[in-house]
């Protein structure tokens, strides 16, 4: 039965993770609502309350608060300490520390290997707003019908055996273009049996990393999405075009790895945010 779960949570934004880049099934619904669909579940979330950064926040879901016990709050990682990450920004860094103040709300989802997989193929040369549409017309085409509690309908995320009977070229009609067959292929690997997802969740994030680069189409900016946004392996530090021109600019040396050893990841988002926030783009 569905019921609205409400929390305090310290260093929680959802308008901030949806627009982090790690998650396309969630959406803006009104001024303080979104929705996102997650392993085949359907979850709205209202703020409550403001304050600097501390929020009350309202979670309605269909199986109330056993659902959000057992799947929502590992997904949002609310049971992980975001602000001790933060203190430990080097004091003189100025720049990480703005980026950090700035996208404090940001937490890292753990989300569906699989769908992270496809997402990530579909992600490569492509901006957030049309990733977003891209996945929509994969799900509205491969996935499941569902009805939600507000009787609206939704559709889940297509499974391996539902993408792997296609052509190569046949999810071009969802406007995916070249990444077609990066997906197709993908899908036929595990449906198959070549690939088992099951094992990569359980490798370390070198060997994780290394075997998602035998995809088709995968390459390491896409190998440590993917390790960072399902695995939840946080030592990941994708670098995309808006990652390099800031290390450029503010870490001419490498960026200090060592010092966030073990949640690189995690200011792998703050800067993200915070340079694509300021990019002008969408």
């Known amino acids: 039965m569905k019921s609205w779960v409400t929390r305090k949570i310290d260093n929680f934004d959802i308008r901030q993770i949806c627009e982090s880049g790690q998650c396309f099934r969630m959406r803006q619904k009104d001024e303080n609502r979104y929705s996102v669909i997650a392993s085949g ?52 860094d100025t720049y990480l520390r703005d980026a ?55 559709y889940t995320f297509p499974t391996p055996e539902a993408l792997a009977e296609l052509e190569e070229d046949e999810l071009k009609v969802c406007n995916l273009g070249y990444r077609s067959k990066y997906v197709v292929r993908t899908a036929k690997s595990v449906a198959s049996g070549e690939t088992e997802l099951d094992r990569i969740y359980k490798m370390s994030y070198r060997e994780a990393r290394e075997e998602l680069l035998k995809f088709y189409g995968v390459g390491g900016k896409v ?60």
């Open 41 to 92: 579940c359907y979850l709205e979330i209202m703020r409550e309350e403001k304050s600097e950064n501390k929020r009350e926040w309202s979670f309605l879901c269909e199986g109330g608060e056993e659902e959000f016990e057992s799947f929502w709050k590992e997904y949002f990682d609310l049971e992980t300490n975001y602000a001790a990450y933060i203190a430990q920004i080097h004091p003189k």
């Open 223 to 282: 190998a440590d999405c993917i390790c960072l946004f399902a695995l939840h392996q946080l030592q990941a530090f994708p670098v995309d075009t808006h990652i390099s021109q800031a290390l450029s600019a503010h870490y001419p040396r490498g960026f200090p790895k060592r010092r966030y050893k073990g949640f690189e990841g995690v200011m792998q988002q703050y800067i993200f945010y915070w340079e694509f926030s300021h990019s002008g783009q969408s």
């Open 100 to 154: 950090a103040e700035f996208g404090a709300g940001i937490r890292i989802l753990k989300q569906d290997l699989w769908e992270m997989i496809v997402s990530f193929l579909i992600s490569q040369q492509n901006n957030i707003v049309r990733i977003r549409r891209c996945i929509q017309n994969v799900c509205e085409k491969y996935g499941e019908a569902r009805t939600n509690f507000c009787g609206e309908l939704y």
